[in-house]
């Protein structure tokens, strides 16, 4: 729209433009387009008639599509063609984007890749396109620039690239600059990044946590405390209502008082709209975390709004996926349930957290287990990326023992990586089914990259066989794994004459012994060069 209205781009084309929230639209009982498009015009009435008479130079750019989760099934004799006409909302749009209303206009539609590709078969016509954000070259520049030191920001950088997810994350100009403060500050206090790495919980916990223990946060440690809590509190109630705009009495119901609102605006965890009367956390994922930490936090009978749901639901609705919004928010949960990110709650609370909250959410998994009807609608993908994320070896072989029966697609290498974690704890595992698209169609078998994808020294036996049987395996990534045995019979493959291996990266190895190895002067100086490198974590050289 910027560009348009400043003259660069459709000017020739489109007379005037409309951007449509469905975030916002969704909260409309029932409106016309003619009310839609005059809401926000700068004078009392919008020309509609003036407007309306070349709708071929209309175009209606429509954002947050899966917030109206509107499948576009609205049967045709429910579709009205008359703009002035009051309408549901999604009677209204579903007019729009079938052609019966304003046949001639043009749209721009933006919603999520989560969002069910079967609605693009009822659009006339469609050209999907899929914006990939930042590349690699521009996540680099941007970390460069954030940290304004190189060798820091190549430090951060690297760390985030092996992980799959975070980098992933950081094509979204926000969730980098998010990722890039979080590793900034604990580099600053001295912490292993590896660790603030390990997962996207760990990563956005340091963010909140460094927001509200920071100088700029001007609180007592008490205060602080029941700020986050609120903050929490009002995260959930969004989640819950679907809504990610809070009013001002939405803040207080939740604990926030008008004087917390400029710290909040001020540490970047929440923003003011643009009508200044409303806000939003930062980004969605933000608010997906603090609403998880809701429930380690407080029971849901606690909560002021009687939409927000028990863990038990909200754990099943995650694993539907009937709310397609939650994105992160189970993995999150399962992610705070982990032994080290329960430490550091504990720390910043002041208190300990019970125990019971882990088995709950075990009898929960258990219950879906024995629950035929629950477990045809789950999301079995879902369920190992939460399991994923939490990295408790012992819980996920006692959840995963009762599943006999596991259904789903893998759609990418992360998918791939995640279920082949889970799948090894499930013992009495008696039916398996899984599709596989996309995944293998631009490798040529030569690199394998499983760095922090949760290896044990057990996997180290399957590797051993690969390494000795593979001619075309060239270059293996199993950094931040903790292989611990498994290291030695890696070692004995790599020996073996039949390993084509060229390069083996493991950035968390620590000793190292090259007796009885014929060095020579350019090995020795090659290894002196490793040993400078700033990511060598080598302690022990014999």
């Known amino acids: 729209m910027l560009a348009w209205s400043e ?7 489109f007379q005037y433009v409309f951007y449509l929230s469905c975030r916002e639209v969704k909260q409309l009982t029932a409106t016309s387009l003619a009310e839609l ?3 926000e015009w700068p004078n009392s009435s919008a020309p509609i008639a003036e407007i309306m008479f070349q709708p071929e130079r209309l175009l209606f750019i429509i954002d947050s599509f899966e917030e109206l989760k509107c499948d576009l099934d609205e ?16 009677v209204l749009l579903s007019s729009l984007l079938r052609k019966k209303m304003l046949s001639e206009s043009s749209l721009l ?40 030191d190189r060798n820091k920001a190549m430090e951060a950088f690297h760390f985030v690239r092996e992980n799959d997810h975070l980098f992933s994350m950081c094509q979204i100009p926000l969730l980098c600059w998010i990722v890039c403060t979080s590793l900034k500050q604990e580099m600053e206090k001295g912490r292993d990044l590896a660790l603030a790495c390990r997962r996207s919980t760990s990563l956005f916990a340091s963010f909140i946590f460094n927001l509200f223990t920071s100088s700029g946060a001007r609180r007592t440690r008490q205060q602080s405390q029941g700020l986050l809590i609120s903050l929490c509190s009002l995260a959930a109630e969004g989640m819950w209502t679907d809504t990610s ?31 200044e009367s409303s806000y939003t956390f ?75 909250i882990k088995q709950q959410y075990y009898q929960y998994l258990k219950s879906l287990a024995e629950r035929e009807d629950l477990k045809r609608q789950v999301d079995f993908l879902a369920l190992f990326y939460c399991l994923f994320e939490m990295q408790n070896e012992d819980f996920i072989r006692q959840a995963m023992h009762f599943l006999q029966d596991v259904n789903f697609s893998i759609a990418d290498n992360s998918d791939l990586v995640v279920s082949a974690y889970c799948l090894k704890y ?52 199993v950094s931040y794994n ?15 004459p039949d390993c084509a291996l060229e390069v083996l990266i493991c950035k968390t190895l620590r000793r190292l012994n090259l007796v009885q190895n014929a060095l020579d002067h350019s090995g020795v100086a090659v290894l002196c060069e490793a040993l400078r490198h700033p990511e060598c974590a080598l302690e022990v050289l014999g």
């Open 7 to 13: 003259n660069t781009l459709y000017q020739d084309t």
């Open 37 to 39: 498009i005059s809401r």
């Open 75 to 90: 049967p045709e004799s429910n579709l009205h063609n008359d703009w002035m006409e009051k309408q549901p909302v999604r």
């Open 109 to 148: 539609i933006a919603a999520t890749h989560e969002y069910p590709r079967e609605v693009e078969g009822r659009l006339e016509c469609p050209e999907i396109k899929t914006l990939m954000g930042f590349t690699e070259a521009d996540r680099k520049l941007y970390f460069c620039c954030l940290f304004q």
């Open 245 to 275: 705009a809070f009013s001002e009495d939405d803040l207080r119901r939740n604990g926030i008082a008008d004087p917390d609102i400029p710290m909040l605006l001020g540490v970047k965890v929440l923003k003011r709209r643009e009508d």
């Open 282 to 356: 930062i980004h969605m994922r933000v608010q997906e975390f603090c609403a998880a930490m809701f429930y380690l936090l407080k029971s849901h009978s606690d909560h002021p709004h009687p939409a927000v749901g028990c863990a038990e639901a909200l754990l099943f609705n995650y694993l539907k996926t009937v709310k397609t919004h939650w994105i992160l928010l189970g993995c999150f949960v399962f992610g705070l349930l982990n032994e080290k990110e329960q430490q550091r709650l504990d720390a910043f609370f002041g208190f300990q957290l019970s125990q019971k």
């Open 426 to 477: 499930c013992s009495g595992l008696k039916k398996l089914q899984f599709s596989i698209q996309n995944v293998f169609q631009e490798t040529n078998g030569h690199s394998c990259m499983l760095a922090n994808c949760g290896l044990t020294s057990d996997d180290c036996q399957v590797f051993s066989s690969v390494l000795n049987s593979s001619k075309k395996l060239k270059h293996l990534n």
């Open 482 to 496: 903790y292989l611990h045995e498994g290291v030695c019979q890696l070692c004995k493959s790599l020996c073996h």
